[in-house]
């Protein structure tokens, strides 16, 4: 069974750091784009940063510099370092499995979510 269980979510004052973790179960991180996505209050879900299976990362321009996507296959657990964290970084926070193979077309995996609440 597929599985994917984000955790560590919580509140942060501005300035403060969370670390997101995401673990993956009945299928192999390795193969796949794994991404975290968010959605703020009343916004649209966004893609926050990704990591491909050769560990390419990208960003969204509003995290570059402060976030920082990273991986440990051997646990097959991804995870999301926020740094610098801001109120307009409050949101629900996805773990995201893409299938990047031709075998895995169509396979698109997504946590339940985590709270991420960034407040003075």
């Known amino acids: 069974q597929v599985r994917l269980v984000e955790s560590g979510g919580g509140s942060a004052l501005p300035g403060g750091s969370l670390r997101l973790s995401c673990t993956a179960s009945?299928?192999?991180?390795?193969?796949?784009?794994m991404r975290w996505h968010r959605q703020p209050p009343g916004k649209e879900r966004q893609l926050v940063a990704g990591v491909s299976p050769l560990g390419f990362t990208n960003y969204a321009e509003s995290v570059k510099g402060r976030f920082t996507i990273s991986r440990d296959i051997a646990k097959n657990m991804v995870f999301l370092q926020m740094n610098s964290l801001r109120p307009e970084d409050t949101a629900v926070y996805y773990c995201?499995?893409?299938?990047?193979?031709?075998?895995?077309?169509?396979?698109?995996?997504w946590g339940q979510g985590t709270q991420v609440t960034v407040s003075s």
């Open positions: 009945g299928f192999n991180i390795s193969t796949y784009m």
């Open positions: 995201n499995g893409l299938g990047a193979t031709r075998a895995q077309v169509g396979n698109d995996y």
